[in-house]
């Protein structure tokens, strides 16, 4: 193994473990050596991402910020090692605060430094040789219709929606324009999130800044005020914001106004980018974690829409219709459609739209219910404490194992029969913890397994989602 060698050559030994990493979106590969010392192993697939990652990293580490620094590095610029800052992310440390909406003050104050970090980083890095960066030196509008076009081939079009594609692009173009060189320009982390910061001692450390280019500033605080799954309440990100824009002054003379309005654009460009990646990640890598924040995501877009944005009208359009909870009709095409529901029977029973008024209705109410306990109450099946909750008690997973067996049944028969739609319900007492839980993942046991079209519905809070099939039908 080439880290093998390279972890040698640096220490005079070789590692006695080497143990692989849960990796995140990108399709670089992450090793812990050691143990003495431990260090961080990092396999690309890019030579020139790499050189931008060492370069970035030598450059801030010059400067005295928080990165990692490159300890040693393979001839052939595939590997390098890098400092081991150990386990913990900023967004697994915020966690409870994430899963309940109420952040407390140890959890305030971690978000508060790096979003006073963030603007040191734009402006220090502003001076950089962005001819290292990997794969464009700047945000630019070509760049930009890049990550729009992104959003349309793997999201949009992957739920079935009709569009008109001359009008979609015409207003592409308009937000092109509009966010290409904006206001203030320094260095554009891109992927600036609590994912990519890690407490080391209790301090934040910034990692995965190798797709960072020149840009405007407004991108990083969007992606990192409106992260999918950040749950910030409105009056934490007014006062991140305002954290960022008394730090910011520090650097140089802010027009509050106009960064506020500059912004806006940019949270929901930066919407429709996350968005594309999570359908590229989830529909087409089958990657769970992706699928899992869609519905976050559509919910963070249903409230920003709340404000129109005249400039774009018919992307607005569509997006309402993306956003809306109804299942689109597209999907009554050729080929067998399983529409899943979550529900609450004080509501009553889903009707099939179908017509065909058959399928299944599972009542979960046997199962052990985490509403009964106030630290769930707040919360959904979709949320990594309920979700805890129910596999460790493990009654959801036997009563899952029965669904699946009747549901893959049918399913199969289904196909062979030549059948085009098939409906399964869950409820519970308030179709917000169990159901949801068990809608959810027979949605994705289905997707990884048929190619069935699945539309996905969490009825009581208002969330639907397309799960189109790899493999033509």
């Not at 978000?111 to 040191?120: C, G």
């Not at 990550?147 to 009709?162: M, P, S, W």
């Not at 015409?170 to 554009?188: C, H, V, W, Y």
Request: with cysteine.
């Amino acid at each position: 193994m080439e880290l093998e060698k390279l972890y040698q050559q640096y220490t005079g030994h070789l590692p006695e473990q080497v143990q692989p990493l849960t990796p995140a979106g990108s399709n670089r590969h992450y090793f812990r050596l050691g143990p003495c010392p431990s260090l961080i192993g990092v396999e690309g697939e890019s030579k020139e991402e790499n050189r931008a990652f060492i370069y970035m990293a030598e450059y801030f580490g010059a400067k005295g910020l928080p990165v990692p620094r490159v300890l040693a590095q393979s001839a052939d610029g595939m590997h390098y090692l890098q400092e081991d800052l150990g386990d913990t992310l900023l967004f697994d440390a915020i966690a409870e605060g994430r899963a309940s909406g109420t952040f407390n003050a140890t959890e305030q104050a971690l978000l508060r430094q790096v979003m006073a970090l963030l603007p040191v980083l734009q402006m220090e890095g502003a001076d950089m040789d962005f001819a290292y960066c990997y794969p464009q030196p700047e945000l630019n509008g070509r760049s930009i219709l890049w990550d729009l076009n992104y959003f349309k081939y793997c999201y949009l079009k992957a739920t079935g929606i009709a569009f008109q594609e001359d009008r979609l692009e015409d207003d592409f173009q308009r937000m092109a324009d509009t966010l290409a060189g904006a206001g203030i320009q320094g260095f554009m982390y891109r992927d600036f999130q609590s994912r990519n910061v890690m407490l080391k001692d209790g301090q934040p450390w910034f990692i995965d800044f190798q797709g960072g280019r020149r840009g405007p500033v407004y991108y990083d605080v969007a992606s990192f005020l409106w992260q999918a799954k950040a749950n910030y309440p409105d009056e934490l990100k007014e006062a991140l914001l305002r954290t960022y824009l008394d730090a910011l002054g520090k650097y140089r003379k802010v027009d509050e106004v106009d960064f506020r309005r500059r912004l806006r654009h940019f949270v929901l460009f930066r919407h429709l980018q996350v968005l594309g990646a999570y359908g590229f990640r989830g529909y087409f890598e089958r990657k769970p974690h992706f699928l899992e924040s869609i519905p976050f995501a559509l919910r963070n877009l249903r409230k920003l829409l709340q404000e129109p944005f005249p400039e774009y009208p018919y992307l607005c359009q569509v997006l309402q219709q993306l956003a809306e909870p109804a299942p689109p009709q597209a999907v009554e095409t050729e080929g067998l459609t399983v529409r899943i529901t979550s529900f609450s029977y004080k509501k009553g029973i889903p009707a099939d739209p179908s017509g065909n008024g058959g399928g299944f209705v599972f009542d979960c109410r046997a199962v052990h219910n985490p509403g009964r306990y106030e630290r769930y109450r707040a919360l959904t099946g979709l949320d990594e404490p309920v979700i805890r909750f129910l596999e460790d008690d493990g009654e959801i997973l036997r009563f899952l194992e029965h669904v699946y067996g009747l549901a893959d049944a049918a399913v199969e028969r289904y196909l062979e029969r030549g059948f085009t739609s098939l409906s399964v319900s869950f409820g519970c007492t308030g179709g917000q913890h169990r159901s949801v839980y068990a809608a959810q993942h027979l949605a994705e046991h289905l997707h990884r397994k048929y190619p069935v079209r699945i539309v996905l519905q969490h009825r009581e809070q208002g969330i639907t989602t397309l799960l189109q099939p790899d493999t033509p039908l």
